[in-house]
């Protein structure tokens, strides 16, 4: 019998359309769902929800929910983390501080100075977690949805035994919506994405075998509806010549090109029509609007009287937990570190390449290298990353400074000594939160 | 619907299988299949066994025949090739020559003079066959079955680069065998299995996390076991690993087995006690290439009754991945294969671009090799001195420098066990001259 831990099961609505989607698989529907979190109230509502989605399948799986971490775990095969470290409370100063030095952050959630601390603040959570699964379950598999997704895997690959795998929507929600562009069934669509998460390219890109990036090449550059969607990576697109995954607003924080000057921010990062164009502080609004109504969406859930479907959405968790209990094998994205995966990133670093899920567990496909106009924008982040990972690992106050220095929207915007100078308030606004650190002066 | 062409059809048993696989194969059922051979009455067989499923299943494929390369290939999107340059009288060289000079071999289509001259031969008609492809099926994907797998793979990818993947049985029918030993269900064995063809290891033999591999060393205590697979067993033992292909053609790929005609008849042939050794003679020299022999005068009996229907269509696929593979392209349901590649940093301890055997995953990406990282560094050294003779041998088969083969033949384990450098020269001279007919690549032999 399969035992499935989620920590952070409060993310309500997360964990039940997995569990939802865990349990239309045979080798599943008697599995051991064992929910933890911090916040009892969210952790109830999580629980109820499982509980309803068991009882209206007729499931023999069993729930059970948690605040102790290490009891959850104990003897889990599968182990799905969706957690976030810090209120809003805390980290709004990740995009509120750099914005009093002109630097305008959209979500921040990733990389650049907001995603660096981001990063420091969860590390140490991710590897108390990861030690618990040492003791208590040592071959039980991790699939991470926190972000920063790199840092965190990243720093769990080299620092503990657990074996892990980073998962995100948005190699296969970008390729849907390339799809839709041009036309084309999904089911006809075949792609090779690789990079780094959320700043993965498009390799190939095919439909029913042919190359369909001169359909999309005319999509975007003749079609105005189309261009408006995504205007900075179809900007990307049209001069780096392959797309790039995650939303125009990810991506207009990843590089020097849109967001250094007001008058590129309302160029490029305003008025586009996809779901974050690039807005100041988007991520804040989202999750202030959530904080105050999660609990009516949860009731209404709860409440509705249509039958809730039972149907398999698309969590593809769900499909990589089945393939390796012995279903049907899955490729999926996945973040891995790269042993011999792609030769133009930094080896051993966190890459997000194609994987196969089987019963022989995880296996990533060597990609070889990344056409040079890529690799030359995606290292740049893959060694501030690793910079920064070091610098969690070893609370070296210094290190954090000089990754953050080589972020290229923060160098396009600040010189050296504002640079330090922001960091150091952040530093002192996070020093709570930063307990391997024992001096936070740059 | 695709277009399956299979060069060197008249192999008709194998023809008949592997086409019975893609027949049983639901998204496969109205492909167009092209057989071509040089031998228009072998070929005229396997087109009738072929039709004869078709019609028998009510299927909607086609099935074509060819004697011309280039018109089986026209627009196809898989080339199977599955040929034998020279045949038997080729084959019979390979081996009779190399006897006269003390050179022992069992099966002889892999590595030692045999698998050399077996390369020279083959690689120019595939090489061929490649630039057929690049002007009538561009996009077509090359599975090559044709032996030495190594070495025609090699030269595949270093002359043209064409997208191909080698394929063979050993890894599957070994994990099969090795999952009876322990009577453990094939369908609930993972493992990984690398290294070189026919000299693959499993470095990983599970059940779920289950290391299986302290049942396999029990199993190998047990006299009948031993008597199936000597060889192997022996390698196990004193290497740590279980190798991929039949212990007679591993006696031969190393130097400690059969230096001697009274070592292989006095100590190695009495150690294959069990009858599953009957197709390569239980070690005997010369073994396997007897075996194709009577084969050949079995084919028309099994023919025979399979077009009067007295034998039952298989309602089964074969263990081949020939199907697995070209499903998972044309639907893009995953596969997970052992195929050979070229080591493009699959493979760290072994040699760049030589051809390795790793898991592959196929998919409607294609074939997707997997790194596997290191290998131990006992049998990565053991995996080196087959690669270096298959690296010589592409040198000479791509260049016709005659040297590279005498190098080649020099370098090999167990004809550098037996001969001296100058009996060798005299050995290798003589197989060039006896196969000038299928070395094309050599100039010089061509003028004298």
Redesign the interface.
Known sequence: MTKITFIGAGSFEFTRKLVRDLLTFPPLENATISLMDIDPERLDFAYESVQKIIGLGNYPATVEATLDRAEALRGADFVVVTILAGSIDVWQHDIEIPKTYGIDTNIGDTRGPSGIFRALRTIPVMLDIARDMERVCP?ALMLNYTNPMVMLCRALQRETSIELTGLCHSVQGTAEMLARWIGAPM?EI???CAGINHMAWYL?Y?WN?QDAYPLLCRAVSEREDVYNEEIVRNEMFLHLDYYVTESSGHNSEYNWWFRKRPDLIKKYCLDGAGWNPGEYAYILKEYRKRETGWRDEAKRWFAQETPISLECGHEYAAHIINAIVGG????FNGNVPN???I?NLPAHACVEV?V?A????L????V?SLPPQCAMLTNLSAQIEEMAVEAALTGNPRLVFQAIAHDPLTAAVLSLAEIKAMVNDMFRQNRDYLPQFEHVEV | MPKITLIGAGSVVFTRNLCSDILLTPALQDSTIALMDIDPERLAQAQELVRVIVERRGLKARVEAFTDRREAVRGADYVITTFQQGGLEAYALDIEIPLRYGVEQCVGDTLGPGGVFRALRTIPVLLDLCRDMAEVAPTALLLNYVNPMAANCWAIDRATGWPHVGLCHSVQGTGEMLAGWIDVPYDEVVYKCAGINHQAFFLEFCRGKEDLYPLIRAAIERDEIYAQEPVRIDLMKHFGYFVTESSGHASEYVPYFRKTAAMVTEELVPRFKDGVNDWFDFGRTGGYLRHCLKRLDESRLVYEEMIAGDTPLPTRRTHEYGSYIIEAIETNQPARINGNVPNRNLIDNLPSSCCVEVPCLVDGNGIQPTPVGALPPQLAALNRTNINVQELTVEAALTGNGEAVHHAVMLDPLTAAVCTLPQIRAMVDELLAAQTQWLPQFKELQTK
């Open positions: 071959d089911a075949t792609y090779t190939d095919r075998g049907e094998p899955f490729g042993d011999g995966l030769d194609p196969w089987s019963k022989k567990g296996e990533p496909v060597r070889g």
